[in-house]
């Protein structure tokens, strides 16, 4: 599939932002391994989930513990992630792209329509089609990510400081609570997280090089050898 | 902005891209990088709240159980054990800098004061919350009773503890030291301050993290910069572990 310029610059921005902001998550996680609902939260028996804590290998900084340095990184992300993720929103809603390829109607949700793609990638059959268009089951997960799972990051992380809150008390509000707005941060994390490797695994299944070449250079070495 | 912060901002989002090592982070570009966020951050905060907005106040059925202590739990004196034991009959809370009038003032004094009574969340920067009742003056009554002087950027709150043998300290701008919410608080839930949350005088500064909400407060100190206070950075955490000194996010 070819992917136009906005799409392609997007995608590999959010990918790295995301890299760090998930990172840095981590070691903030460590900070503080309990999550709550409501609007205070400390004690154990107040949690609903302890969490693990996370290895060295997966935190920013790597191998070492500096709440204030990964505050540091994932805050200053935040603004490429956020302001990014604006713009692509203003981009795909203006050239038609979230319309025409992304939006998922009410006939993508049907089972036959689920259980059809579920198949077709069973039996190999979406992976030997040039399809020009997402097909439902893409159509649902790019929605739901775009829609749902990013946005929600922002506006969770935008409930949690303490700086926004007079500004946007509804927001905090919205979301039940401040530590509820921190539980679902790490819920969204962890929901995208999973994208991440549905997503990265559907590369490789697909042909990582026709795949990767289509969101680096928007043609794969096939269509150049057309083109 | 000025265009050689556009640039560095540039380099940082290109280190980003190429790879999110350590060692980027240490450097003064990165270190460049990461306060232009942070004042971005506090830029949009107060250009969206404005310089009076309140943060939420609770009702008093929702403060939490217990409020946790957190940094320092006590001041590691006799003389504080003896000032506790006491009730603090003499200590002393001295108004210094750049005033017109220095004051010291009793714990008695504050509390006659006019006072204001908020139920407030505290968000530390770990991640926990605790919401709980305080009372006390606001800084403002105390900044207009020393009368500061127009060169005055900062006030500087003096502590009593120490933590990794160096004396506690915080400072905020301003906007935040006239900010309403902003008071000295001498009760938690209607008691008088518990040791481990400050006793006897703490700072409350609501719209930032609790690392800026300065306990077994000593002094108030109105500064024009912050470049000579302790090692610069204005704050304990600021000096120690590099932490932000706008604390909103």
Redesign the interface.
């Known amino acids: 599939m070819r992917h136009a310029l906005s799409t392609r610059l997007w995608h590999?921005?959010n990918a790295?932002?995301l890299?760090?902001l998930f990172?840095s998550g981590l070691t903030?996680?460590n900070?503080?391994r309990?999550l709550?609902w409501g609007?205070?939260?400390?004690?154990p028996e107040d949690a609903w989930l302890h969490v693990m804590r996370f290895p060295g290998w997966a935190t920013?900084?790597?191998f070492?513990y500096?709440?204030?340095?990964a505050?540091?990184?994932h805050?200053?992300?935040?603004?490429?992630f956020a302001v990014g993720l604006l713009a692509y929103w203003i981009v795909i809603l203006v050239n038609g792209h979230f319309r025409r390829d992304i939006a998922a109607g009410p006939r993508a949700y049907t089972p036959q329509a689920v259980l059809g793609t579920i198949r077709g990638y069973l039996t190999g059959e979406n992976r030997r089609a040039e399809k020009a268009d997402y097909n439902p089951l893409q159509r649902i997960a790019y929605a739901f990510v775009l829609g749902v799972f990013l946005p929600g990051m922002v506006l969770t992380g935008l409930a949690?400081?303490?700086?926004?809150?007079?500004?946007?008390?509804w927001l905090?509000e919205a979301f039940g609570g401040?530590?509820s707005a921190?539980s679902f941060h790490f819920i969204f994390a962890f929901a995208l997280l999973g994208f991440l490797i549905v997503h990265v695994a559907m590369v490789f299944v697909a042909g990582p090089v026709k795949t990767l070449g289509g969101m680096i250079v928007a043609r794969s070495p096939k269509d150049r050898a057309h083109g | 902005m000025a265009e050689f912060e556009r640039r560095h901002l540039l380099a940082?989002?290109a280190a980003?891209?190429v790879g999110?090592c350590?060692r980027v982070?240490e450097s003064e570009t990165a270190?460049s990088?990461?306060d232009t966020?942070?004042s971005?951050?506090?830029e949009a905060?107060r250009a969206?709240?404005?310089r009076q907005?309140?943060?939420?106040e609770?009702d008093r059925s929702?403060v939490?159980?217990?409020f946790?202590g957190n940094g320092s739990l006590t001041v590691d004196t006799p003389e504080y054990r003896a000032e506790l034991a006491n009730g603090f009959p003499n200590w002393r809370l001295a108004v210094t800098g750049l005033v017109d009038r220095p004051l010291n003032l009793s714990i008695e004094t504050l509390r006659a004061l006019p006072q204001r009574v908020q139920v407030t969340?505290h968000?530390?920067?770990?991640?926990?919350?605790?919401?709980g009742e305080w009372t006390g003056p606001q800084l403002s009554t105390i900044l207009d009773a020393a009368g500061v002087r127009p060169e005055a950027n900062f006030v500087v709150f003096r502590c009593a503890d120490t933590l990794y043998g160096r004396r506690y300290y915080e400072s905020v701008d301003m906007v935040d030291a006239y900010h309403p919410q902003t008071i000295i608080a001498h009760q938690l839930n209607g008691e008088n301050l518990p040791e481990k949350n400050g006793a006897p005088l703490r700072m409350r500064i609501?719209?930032?993290?609790g690392y800026k909400h300065a306990k077994y407060l000593t002094g108030i100190e109105a500064v024009a910069s912050l470049d000579d206070v302790g090692e610069g950075k204005g704050g304990f955490?600021e000096d120690v572990?590099?932490?932000?000194w706008?604390?909103?996010?």
């Open positions: 590999w921005i790295a932002a890299v760090v990172m903030i996680s900070a503080h309990r709550y609007n205070y939260g400390f004690a920013l900084p790597m070492r500096d709440l204030a340095e505050r540091d990184w805050n200053t992300a935040a603004w490429l949690m400081s303490p700086g926004i809150e007079p500004a946007a008390p905090v401040r530590q921190r | 940082g989002l980003l891209g999110a350590s982070g270190s990088i990461v966020a942070e971005w951050h506090r905060h969206l709240a404005g907005r309140l943060a939420p609770f929702q939490s159980p217990s946790r969340r968000d530390c920067v770990e991640g926990w919350s605790a919401i609501e719209r930032q993290l955490w572990a590099d932490y932000q706008y604390a909103g996010i």
